[in-house]
């Protein structure tokens, strides 16, 4: 029993990450298509097409399932990608407008060029489906990655989440604006009021995810009644969601609350401390973490399984491997996507409007362009707006075709990349540059520790300030077999007194003091101006005449510019970063986490001690 039990779960667990939703949806439009094209086709035909009402005295709506799965569940999937963008716009990629700017030419190029592909092949016949092949499906497309691309390739990560948060907003936006009809004003009404109560909501500072819920349903009821597709409702809900990063105060409330918890198990005050870790984490983020799962394992492979199936028998495929939609449609997704994306940020980079992200080359831009072309769940959405009959089955096909050759396409020029290029990641440096220098960093533990930790830190940085008492935890538990070494990353463009402090401890350092100048600056950093870094030095001890000469001196401001290169050079842009003997640590860095990530290193350092 406990055997069937831990297999399930592993399977749980692989179709969570990226790969294992992307070959989710693979199986499943197999499935659908196997079953459309089976003896039992019709049941379905039937299936889609059940009546299934929801009443309320004389309000009702009557919906085929179909409809429900399209205009019902994937409102929920465009809602995820409206907080995807809030969160991108607020704390994320899309704040650094300079960050932005190349990922946003390319995304619109990669919606221009394949609608005019479309458009010059399959024009004449079926003009309405240029929308078919501007929209790429982030799921399919990240699990891809995972599996064709490079081996590390979280930058190329961001900077096509980036693009496809630009293509999927436009996509939304052309099928509310292009494919409504015959608009109803008093649903429409209702529905603009909600959508003034979300944004007062998020005014307000409203923490509670219930009354967002609320006003969205009632939001998706009168934008379905209104006649304009709820697709675009979900897309503007999402935006409205107010999305922040997570306050250092917030958190230590919540700490408090714990502790309370710790010293009294009653559930009135466990329902203060839920209470109190749900106000320290956004709206955004909490909706995002909640949703992110059923939608990718749950609403999406049902989309595929309602909108996959084509009964390709009687010749139905014979008539759409004929007709020009299947190729614009091929054409489009295939051919568009990979111009558009590789050639709108090729004009962006030579234009000066920014630069690929640190680690990601042309090759491997090229490829994520490639994959790209996957359109499937908003194509397959759009097909079902624009096309009945043969030229909705042709245009599938070309959906599906386009799926296959964009994944091929795909492994073949990030193989190319890495062949011919040297692109074997798409990623930030992984590697501690320079490696520990006994002379020059500053070390806690075990001079001959075999086990180093490495911490890029930033005086100023709350989660930094929270991360040092990790390291109280790491040394009880690993004893003299490992060492604490500290690096200097002040991150001047948010915490201006970072660099003057980070000056301060290498002065300190100089009268053997660093140890103790490190913890005295975390304990007090709202008191980081000149004057308080002076006195702390007073406090511990400090000839202050000396400090004053050292902090002056130009080569102490140069050894914490040398940290900062390193930093660079070792691919750490944010802090804390740490590296475990050598390599960048990626992940939670709380002390539970750190000692697994330890342990395993140190378990391969003996493995491979034993084959030597």
Not at 101 to 130: H, K, N, Q, T
Not at 270 to 285: C, F, H, M, P, T
Request: with cysteine.
């Amino acid at each position: 029993m406990a055997r069937g039990v831990g297999w399930a779960q592993a399977v749980i667990d692989r179709l969570r990450t990226e790969s294992g939703s992307a070959l989710l949806l693979v199986a499943v439009a197999l499935v659908a298509l196997a079953w459309a094209n089976s003896p039992w086709s019709q049941s379905y035909v039937d299936l889609w097409h059940t009546q299934a009402a929801v009443t309320i005295g004389d309000f009702s709506i009557d919906l085929s399932l179909h409809h429900w799965v399209n205009d019902g569940l994937m409102v929920i999937f465009f809602f995820l990608i409206g907080l995807e963008v809030r969160e991108e716009l607020a704390v994320g990629t899309l704040r650094d407008r300079r960050r932005a700017l190349v990922p946003l030419v390319a995304g619109l190029a990669g919606v221009a060029l394949p609608a005019a592909i479309y458009l010059l092949i399959a024009g004449r016949e079926a003009a309405d489906g240029w929308g078919v092949v501007i929209g790429t499906d982030t799921a399919f497309l990240l699990g891809a990655l995972a599996l064709v691309g490079p081996r590390m390739s979280a930058q190329l990560r961001v900077f096509l989440l980036t693009l496809t948060v630009v293509d999927d907003f436009l996509a939304v936006a052309i099928i509310g604006v292009f494919y409504t009809d015959d608009v109803q004003l008093m649903p429409l009404g209702i529905a603009v009021v909600s959508l003034a109560l979300l944004y007062w909501l998020g005014r307000a500072r409203q923490w509670r995810s219930s009354p967002y819920v609320a006003v969205i349903v009632v939001l998706w009821a009168a934008t379905l009644l209104s006649g304009i597709h709820p697709s675009l409702a979900g897309m503007a809900a999402g935006l409205l969601v107010p999305a922040a990063a997570t306050a250092r105060g917030d958190v230590v409330a919540a700490k408090h609350l714990f502790r309370d918890y710790w010293q009294s198990p009653d559930a009135s005050v466990a329902r203060s401390v839920s209470r109190g870790l749900a106000r320290s984490i956004s709206v955004n983020q909490r909706l995002h973490e909640v949703l992110r799962g059923p939608v990718s394992l749950v609403i999406v492979p049902i989309f595929a399984l309602a909108n996959a199936g084509v009964d390709l028998r009687g010749g139905v495929l014979g008539e759409a491997l004929m007709s020009p939609v299947t190729w614009g449609v091929v054409a489009g997704l295939v051919l568009g996507k990979l111009g558009g994306i590789a050639l709108g940020a090729w004009a962006a980079v030579r234009a000066g409007l920014g630069r690929l992200p640190d680690g990601v080359g042309p090759g491997s831009v090229a490829g994520g362009a490639a994959l790209s072309g996957i359109g499937f769940t908003m194509s397959l959405l759009i097909i079902s707006l624009a096309f009945e009959g043969a030229t909705a089955d042709a245009a599938t096909v070309g959906v599906l075709i386009a799926l296959v050759l964009s994944w091929a396409m795909g492994w073949v020029v990030f193989r190319v990349a890495r062949t011919k290029l040297g692109e074997t990641e798409a990623d930030l440096p992984s590697t501690l540059e320079p490696a520990f220098d006994p002379e020059l960093d500053h070390t806690r533990g075990t001079e001959g520790a075999q086990l180093t930790v490495v911490e890029y830190l930033d005086f100023e940085c709350p989660f930094c300030a929270r991360a040092t008492g990790m390291w109280k935890d790491i040394r009880e538990h690993f004893g003299d077999r490992i060492r604490y070494v500290v690096r200097h990353l002040p991150l001047d463009d948010v915490h201006p007194h970072a660099r003057g402090a980070a000056i301060a401890a290498e002065a300190a350092a100089r009268q053997d003091r660093f140890c103790e100048m490190h913890d005295v600056l975390f304990a007090n950093q709202s008191a980081l101006e000149a004057d308080d870094l002076r006195r702390h030095a007073e406090q511990i001890g400090l000839d202050l005449d000396r400090y004053d000469e050292d902090v002056a001196d130009p080569a102490t401001a140069r050894l914490v510019e040398k940290h900062v290169r390193s930093a660079r050079d070792s691919g750490a842009r944010g802090t804390p970063t740490f590296f475990i003997n050598g390599t960048r640590h990626r992940g939670p860095h709380d002390g539970r986490t750190m000692i697994a990530a330890i342990e395993a290193k140190e378990a391969a350092l003996a493995s491979a001690r034993r084959r030597s």
